[in-house]
């Protein structure tokens, strides 16, 4: 069965720094990847997708997400961090059969 | 397109009682997923339903039990509520076909006291 890690529990980074959020995930097929944020008290929106091609993914709100098969991992990038990037971020793995298994999530903190 | 939409959004229920919650999806989608969201445990999958069958299932107890309607609108139920069932609930929606992407509704709230 497919799962995921995120490492970091918490991260904090200063506004206008860089950000990377790691994702390691097991899967023994080509999968499926997705990056997803969530703010307090709502549901998940959709940051990025992986399904095949180019590794490098682009997503909403200057987000992109690099695919490296041979580090099993999907790690979540933005060049420079906004206030409002403050939330949740969760990354899922998901099989063929439409089955998510989701990370423990890391929140983000952003220093003025 | 209208989003993903969940009623209601808040609940608080009693424990023993039990409780029904529902789900419209993304016009046009027909896959319905389920998920709770704790602080422990994090997002668990409960089911998915696609074409009003139940195709997947998660490892939680049979107290949790959905339905999905010829309009793909899905309802989840949880009997003999217990403290623990205390979580946000969120539905997800996608085609269907193969693994799409899901796009989730704002949640329920569910307090068990």
């Known amino acids: 069965a497919q799962s995921v890690t995120q490492p970091d529990i918490h991260i904090t980074v200063s506004e206008g720094a860089s950000l990377e959020l790691r994702c390691n995930y097991s899967y023994g097929a080509t999968p499926y990847l997705f990056w997803y944020v969530q703010s307090p008290g709502q549901g998940l929106q959709l940051l990025l997708k992986?399904?095949?091609?180019?590794?490098l993914v682009q997503g909403i709100k200057g987000f992109e997400a690099e695919f490296k098969r041979s580090q099993s991992s999907f790690n979540l990038r933005k060049p420079s961090v906004h206030w409002s990037d403050a939330a949740e971020y969760f990354c899922?793995?998901?099989?063929?059969?439409?089955?998510?298994?989701f990370g423990a999530g890391t929140r983000l903190t952003v220093k003025p | 397109k209208a989003g993903v939409t969940q009623t209601p959004r808040y609940l608080i229920k009693t424990r023993g009682q039990q409780v029904t919650l529902s789900c419209s999806p993304i016009s046009g989608h027909r896959s319905v997923s389920w998920y709770q969201q704790t602080p422990g445990q994090g997002l668990q999958f409960l089911f998915e339903y696609f074409s009003e069958t139940q195709r997947n299932k998660g490892n939680f107890p049979g107290r949790f039990s959905g339905r999905q309607f010829s309009n793909s609108r899905s309802e989840m139920n949880v009997s003999t509520l217990e403290l623990g069932d205390s979580a946000l609930y969120l539905c997800?929606?996608?085609?269907?076909?193969?693994?799409?992407?899901?796009?989730f509704g704002p949640g329920t709230r569910l307090t068990v006291l």
């Open positions: 997800a929606s996608s085609s269907g076909r193969g693994t799409d992407t899901q796009y």
């Open positions: 992986y399904f095949s091609g180019d590794t």
């Open positions: 899922a793995v998901g099989a063929r059969n439409n089955d998510m298994r």
